[in-house]
């Protein structure tokens, strides 16, 4: 089939923003090109990230329960797992998922693909400078950067002379590593000390602040990293990473913690240390595109400032994530071929990390408000008062609610709880549509369900709670 050398959208990039982008693109008849390099279509959610960690956390769950679960009624041995199989189940599914999600909604809405890195030639042109299409040139009426971001290593000397696992190169391994040091607790180093825990490795994780999840509120971070020592991973906090010394037996870290010299010492080393924009040898430069120190693409509203280019996803910097990327190129081509000013409420996007148990926030933090108000209105339930996971024997976490301080809205939740990820949807709603503690109040909750505690959190505002029978609306 022949290809035409001019479109109306030139997308850079094949993950989510790419998508969110050439979807609404596509809708508005509109024609659309992608030049896609690096991981497959799909990006890094369906191929490295979103999918093949949760399937790999959930085989590893499945493992990892039944010989550590809180009831008395039951026994049940240690499981044996076969790490080779669920990377070969995980990619059966990643395939499956990338077909039916990408490649085929590509092919449906007639979407050129061309195959290789692109850069910039003018503001309206893109060339191909490697791969399979190496030399073709396309123009666009727009041109939308949605090339994602990468894992980036962290400057610590001796790492570049070392072999070490990223959270995509681990997914090629055949056999699972022994006794892992994970350098980083965000969300990523988090979820994969517990994937990779769970399938039988010893893990340390060092993490350079005083808390896992440093990003979210202090309590998130120290609920999850008591739950993840008490399941048998040792997290070390306050940690100043000074070498990194490959061994005959392995790997050796040599760090600093509360001012004493300590090794780490194990079979593979982990980097979870965060990632970086993929926006070098592109061009942006040539075309006056500007970036931030972090090597982000300036924008407002997903315009550049330059021309029609536009700029969406993990390459625009934080909040980094699949759904955000989706939405930010979608109101990219809004905002190109449409009404502008489209923006994301970025307040209002929930986060989820799904170690177990889960965690899960949207909007303000206790902290963020009391900095911007001199005063916070908050309340938390512990989860160990909430009836349903006194019956599943879970009881490690709490829900906390923000509210405005005078007009009662909801401006944020936070949460560590069984099934968090599937609560914070609701409190996303409340925060987005100024919804009050008062309207969750009065609206009738099932029994007895995880998401109760946002209700009963809500009405902690208005009684004191423990004096409720469980069901009381």
């Not at 990408?102 to 309206?124: I, S």
């Not at 536009?310 to 699949?322: K, Q, R, S, T």
């Amino acid at each position: 089939m022949s290809r035409s050398d001019s479109y109306d959208l030139v997308v850079l990039g094949g993950g989510a923003a790419a998508f969110g982008a050439l979807t609404e693109a596509s809708e508005r008849d509109r024609s659309v090109a992608v030049v896609n390099a690096g991981l497959p279509l799909g990006g890094t959610c369906v191929n490295v990230g979103c999918v093949p960690s949760k399937h790999l956390l959930e085989v590893g769950k499945t493992a990892f329960e039944p010989s550590h679960n809180p009831f008395d009624a039951v026994r049940h041995g240690e499981s044996t797992t076969d790490w080779a199989t669920a990377i070969d189940d995980m990619d059966a599914l990643v395939e499956t998922l990338r077909e039916e999600n990408y490649v085929d909604v590509a092919e449906h809405f007639g979407v050129d693909v061309y195959e290789g890195y692109g850069a910039f030639v003018d503001e309206q042109t893109v060339e191909v400078t490697s791969g399979p299409d190496e030399g073709a040139r396309i123009a666009g009426e727009a041109v939308l950067v949605a090339t994602g971001s990468s894992p980036r290593a962290p400057p610590v000397e001796g790492l570049d002379d070392v072999d070490y696992e990223t959270s995509e190169s681990i997914l090629q391994r055949r056999e699972r590593p022994d006794d892992v040091v994970v350098l980083g607790g965000g969300y990523v180093g988090v979820e994969w000390a517990q994937i990779l825990h769970h399938l039988g490795a010893e893990v340390t994780v060092l993490q350079r602040s005083d808390r896992v999840l440093s990003d979210m509120p202090h309590r998130v971070g120290r609920t999850l990293g008591a739950s993840l020592r008490a399941g048998g991973i040792d997290v070390v906090t306050g940690v100043d990473a000074r070498r990194v010394e490959e061994t005959p037996d392995g790997v050796v870290v040599e760090a600093a913690v509360d001012g004493e010299r300590r090794e780490f010492a194990g079979t593979d080393l982990f980097l979870a240390a965060g990632v970086r924009p993929n926006t070098a040898g592109i061009g942006l430069a040539d075309v006056g595109v500007e970036t931030d120190e972090t090597g982000a693409v300036v924008v407002e509203t997903y315009h550049t400032g330059v021309a029609d280019v536009y700029a969406a996803g993990d390459v625009i910097g934080d909040p980094m994530l699949e759904t955000v990327a989706a939405k930010e190129g979608n109101y990219a081509v809004r905002n190109a071929f449409g009404d502008g000013g489209h923006e994301i409420e970025y307040d209002a996007v929930p986060s989820v990390v799904f170690t177990s148990p889960e965690v899960a926030s949207v909007g303000r933090t206790e902290s963020e408000y009391a900095r911007e108000h001199g005063t916070c209105s908050c309340r938390t339930v512990e989860l160990d008062s909430l009836p349903r996971a006194r019956a599943a024997g879970k009881t490690r976490g709490f829900l906390q609610v923000v509210k405005h301080h005078e007009t009662d809205e909801i401006v944020g939740v936070h949460a560590v709880s069984p099934r968090a990820g599937d609560v914070i949807p609701a409190a996303a709603l409340a925060v987005k549509y100024g919804l009050t503690v008062d309207d969750v109040i009065d609206t009738v909750h099932p029994f007895p369900t995880y998401g109760e505690a946002f209700k009963r959190a809500c009405q902690a505002f208005r009684r004191d709670t423990s004096t409720m029978s469980c069901c009381v609306e």
